[in-house]
């Protein structure tokens, strides 16, 4: 992953382990303005993580508070503090060779491109339409003017700024701005045109969506690092409101104290006692049996 600073605050950090960041001597991205130990950045099986570290940290994902635990993904932008963090991909996309633009609303005739156009969609997780989806059936065009079926407005967009179309299984990000403007934020790098997968984050401005294609490659994630600690806490309340699955521990720790990333314990399978019950119940059959029998002698 790549951490970049919008503001300057400091150097673009590319690692794929884990990251802490804070004003203390031990932090990996020393920061003036953090707590000693503000927050860690960090790689488990089931995705990116942001963990606040200080009880006195604030926190923000997308402008969402998070006070714990978050999980996150490439495009978010973290705000520590007053210190901005925006995730990135380790490696800038290639400009992809898109279809022709003239096949661009054209309805598949497979019936796989026909499930696709039914489930793949985009959902706001920041800005003007959180909350909200817009289905692929038909394209969508993004920009200010009444034209687009997605209406942002913010004052570097265009009237038609960008459209998201659908080829058969492939979802296409196509500029219309012909080189001028912005173009598109994706997974935290400015692009105009793409293919995209399952899972990538787009953001115009303030505005992000989140782009749910199943069936499409998701983006490579990284399992190399230290797994973090795991909590019931309801982490779809924090920042994306992504719910996360699972049974998550975390030990108490006294005022203080250093926190620790722990490896949940896992108690090893009781076969046996599956067995133990079998018998326990052929048992409670042979004594229903034996009264069933004995009362049917005392009455004959």
């Known amino acids: 992953m790549r951490l970049t600073f919008p503001n300057g605050e400091h150097a673009d950090v590319v690692e794929s382990g884990r990251i802490t960041l804070g004003s203390g001597a031990d932090s990996r991205v020393r920061l003036d303005g953090l707590a000693d130990r ?21 926190a923000h994902v997308n402008a969402r508070p998070v006070s714990r635990l978050a999980l996150v993904r490439a495009g ?12 990135r991909n380790d490696a800038d996309p290639v400009e992809p060779k ?11 005739a497979s019936a796989n491109a026909q499930i696709c156009s039914e489930r793949f969609l985009l ?5 003007a339409h959180f909350g909200q989806s817009f289905p692929l ?11 687009a079926n997605l209406r942002l407005d913010e004052p570097a ?5 960008a459209r998201i179309e659908l080829h058969g299984d492939r979802v296409v990000l196509r500029d219309l701005c012909q080189g001028q403007g912005e173009g ?41 690092a230290t797994p973090l600690p795991r909590t019931r806490a309801d982490v779809a309340a924090s920042a994306g409101d992504r719910p ?53 002698k005392i009455g004959a």
């Open 184 to 224: 598109t934020v994706l997974n935290g790098v400015r692009v105009r045109n793409a293919l995209l997968s399952h899972g990538d984050q787009l953001a115009w401005e303030r505005n992000r969506y989140v782009l749910e294609a199943p069936g499409l490659s998701a983006p490579v994630q990284r399992h190399d």
């Open 137 to 147: 059936s038909d394209p969508v065009v993004v920009g200010r003017g009444e034209s």
């Open 123 to 127: 959902r706001g997780v920041g800005g």
């Open 76 to 87: 978010d932008l973290i705000s520590l503090g007053q210190v901005q963090v925006l995730l």
């Open 244 to 296: 996360v699955t699972g049974v998550f521990t975390i030990q108490p720790r006294a005022p203080g104290e250093t926190p620790t990333a722990q490896t949940p314990a896992v108690s090893p399978p009781r076969s046996h006692a599956v067995w133990w019950l079998i018998l326990a119940a052929a048992a409670l059959g042979a004594a229903f049996a034996w009264l069933l029998l004995s009362g049917a």
């Open 38 to 58: 503000h927050a860690v950045i960090a790689n488990d099986r089931r995705g990116l993580w942001l963990v606040i570290e200080s009880a006195e940290a604030t």
């Open 157 to 161: 967009m265009a009237d038609r700024h």
């Open 98 to 108: 898109l279809p022709p633009a003239s096949s661009a609303f054209t309805r598949a």
